[in-house]
């Protein structure tokens, strides 16, 4: 993890040296789960994760009626609001977990997204930047709600490196990969009207500038126009 440092690996050498056994420590703290654990596992990430891939953000609730099912035991649902995690851009995670008389939850996050801040916010509890938990008053449904509520109002704190990231491969996959296809049964006439589009592009980034064609509105157009160029080059030829 991230707030591992010099010392703990060091540590961790020392007691290798003086033959702790690695492979029985590993046995013991990640083989050694129920059947049920598994399951219950198996049954979260299958039926009851939801992502939303426009918030960078995931969550998992599990029910009283779910964990007996299971044959819940306590520590079953330890790590489950890390998997979410695992899922590429995906920077936030939220676990809620059915009580008697709350709802546990538990947050995850990466980078500079405020675990804690929403803990103390929103769920009567606190942690740190990454790592924090709280509890819900109301109902299960009525927890996995607000939740949704509040990734619109955190939506600021995804990180910019991430939607930029996501949003050149959704432009490449989605606008420019078509034309690329198409480019590549082209005689030299089209090319010529090809390189046309490019140099129209290139000026309109150069006009309009760079960090522009970043924004929505841009990429609209930017898309709209190729399609109107390209359209109108195979329709002359």
Known sequence: YG???????QVVSELINKGVSVEEAQQQVYNNFSEGRMRLLGHSLASKMKVFPEFRAAYISVSKEELKRFNYAIGDTEGLVNYPLSIKNISFSALFVENTNH???????RGKFPANKISEEYFNGGGHLNAAG???FTTLNETEKQF??????YNEFIPRELLRKQFI??????????YVYFALDMDRKILAVSLFIIMYIAISIAMHGFSSIFSRKSMKSLDKNLGFLFGGAKSII
């Open 3 to 9: 707030c591992s440092n010099p010392r703990t690996f």
């Open 148 to 153: 949704i509520e509040i990734l619109n109002k």
């Open 134 to 136: 709280g509890k819900s």
């Open 103 to 109: 709802i546990k939850v538990s947050l995850r996050s």
């Open 169 to 178: 491969e959704d432009f490449l996959l989605k606008t420019i990969s078509p």
